[in-house]
């Protein structure tokens, strides 16, 4: 009995521990308002795979 529910313990587990780590911000971005939002360097340009959005007023990951 033990071990038919550790199998599925890890099933459980596993399944939960993957959809967390789909979900998150790429490294340096933050979740804001349902977006992954990082401030803009006064001297520069986002950061790659992010646009300037002028309403949020920093960088958002595309």
Known sequence: MLLKCTWLLLL???????AFASSGCPVGFKSENSRCTVDRPVHGSCPSGSTYT?????????
Request: glycine share 12%.
């Open 12 to 18: 459980v587990l596993s399944l939960m521990a993957g």
């Open 54 to 62: 002028l309403s949020v007023g920093k960088c958002v990951h595309d």
